[in-house]
């Protein structure tokens, strides 16, 4: 009832200007600062047609990524790259880690979408570079800049299951310096309908959320070209229902996340020969769980509190037909357990280490076409003996706007606090696990023309030990490090953009499997992924449609449990109104397909959201 009414006001405004319409330019495609082999993806929110998507929605699309879901609007939601688990995806908000050294995976329904201009994508071997717990791949948050001028916008949301949110940004920049304000309201009441694996119909309940989030950034040029000053300040406050899974379902149990993370740098001129930047920062955050009526057991409380401070520092010069760099890391992490369980079986826990690193890279122009890139990292932890991880990569323009580009690195990551040092009834940590080892390779085509870019990558990762808790006998699980697997896959995708609108189709086919004699797949990674969006201009309107759909997957180790294949459909339309006013509607999973991306962790079915901004 409500989407006839917004069309007709998308309508009647005005036509869109040329400038509105995104075409892709004659370039090289995506890199990474760090290494420019790489195979990137680079998506921004502002970008994505519909009703004011979510950091998670922006990023569903990109080849090679599957975000795993554990309900609707304001759920946890983690990212997998090529076959890897979340915690083997490093993920990096203006390059300061999210994760800490607890080894858990970050969960990007924490992130509020209006912090974020950008989202870049490396996947697979480049990683090497980044260090541990990079198997996968690197996401690198990058938050919206101060611009010149003025800047005034707010946007609200309104949908179905109760939710709601509200998101603005101030700014004012004059070149030589600049300040910017963001922060994002959101709630949702969660509760949604859903069908049982016995086909039965239940409410989804005990499935609310509440998170307010906020940024304050700025830079200030100092005087006779001495570089630019620039910091940040970034926080979020979340509480969510915790329903726990279908056939054991929470009625009352409840969570909570504060964060609060500042940092402060300085840069050389971007004119100057030699490119300079030291950034120091420190994080904080906290976590609480509390069940008062467990299935099983007593009442449950545990509280977690992580601390992380550090600094890093990098020089790049051209040299010549070299492009040379140097990346100095260290940081110090700490993590505080506290339970209310047995003092005896799970007593309260601080852990703390000490991390640094040293990059080299150099990117050599071989000739106008082609570029080779090597990379040396040297990782250091209080934990452990030295790493050495080396990187090789090309770049080749084969002819016109055609590339092939490869890699081939060193793939690890630490173990983190829990998996070492874990106490609780019948689970252990081992404190003698060593870092999880492997190697990644890729190469593949992209060509990136002017209005058409598309790619073909194929990639191979072999993990020479995993660490995963697994049984130790009957009544004892233990975090174990004797798991070794393999993982192959391929990436294809094509788009194209004009003045009528985009086509977008993605594919992801992977095969990843213990590397034993049984050969059983690994958890939660479907075969096959396949992403595509349609858009189109109707006048000054834009309607769209978009669709995934991903393979059956396993949910354990022994093959004897899956979650069905799964696929939606969304259809929507948005546009400008005039006077600096936009809207928009969709409709999610308009199929009403029913559903789960997480084992007993049922998605919610058709949802309709509206959005209505203005900026000035």
Known sequence: MLCGPLLLLILAAPPPTPTEVVVIGARAPDGDERVPSAFVTTVRPDERPGAAPDLVDVLEGAPGAHVRRTGGTGRAAWLQVRGASAHQVAVLLDDLPLDGGRGSAVDL???????????????GAAGAAYGSGAQGGVLRLITRPPRLGRLAEVRLRAGTVGSGRLDGA????????????VGQVSAAEGDFPYLDVNGNRRLRQNNQSAQGGGLVKGHWDLADGHGRLFGLVEGLALERGEPGVEQFERTRSASARRRLQAAAGWRTPSTAPTQARLVAFGRIEAYAFDDPQPVFAGPTRFELQDTTVGATGRVA????????????????????TETTGDPSTEPARDEARLRGALTAVDTWAVHPRLSLTGAL????????AAIVAPHGGLAWRLVGPLWLRGNLGRLFRDPGFDERYFVGQGVRGDPGLRAEDGWGADLGLQW???????????FAQRYDRLILFAPLGAYRVQAQ?????????LEARVATEGRWGSVGVSWTGLRAHFDDALGAALPYRPAHRVDGQVAAWVGPARAFTRWTWRSRAYVDTFESRSVPAYGTVDLGVDGPLGQGFSAGAEIRNALDAQGQDTAQQPL??????????WQG
């Open 109 to 123: 329904g924490s992130v509020p979408a209006a912090l974020i201009e950008r989202a870049e994508l490396l996947r």
């Open 170 to 181: 101030l700014g004012w920049g004059d070149g030589g310096a600049g300040l910017l304000a």
């Open 317 to 336: 010069r051209a040299l010549g037909e070299h492009a040379l760099s140097a990346l100095g890391e260290l940081r110090r992490e700490a993590a505080h």
């Open 377 to 384: 990292r040297l990782d250091l932890n209080t934990e452990r």
């Open 448 to 458: 990136a023309a002017r209005r058409v870019s598309a790619e073909l990558v194929g």
């Open 481 to 489: 490090d004797r798991f070794a697997a393999r993982v192959d896959g």
């Open 604 to 613: 919610p079915g058709r949802r309709l959201f509206l959005s209505l901004a």
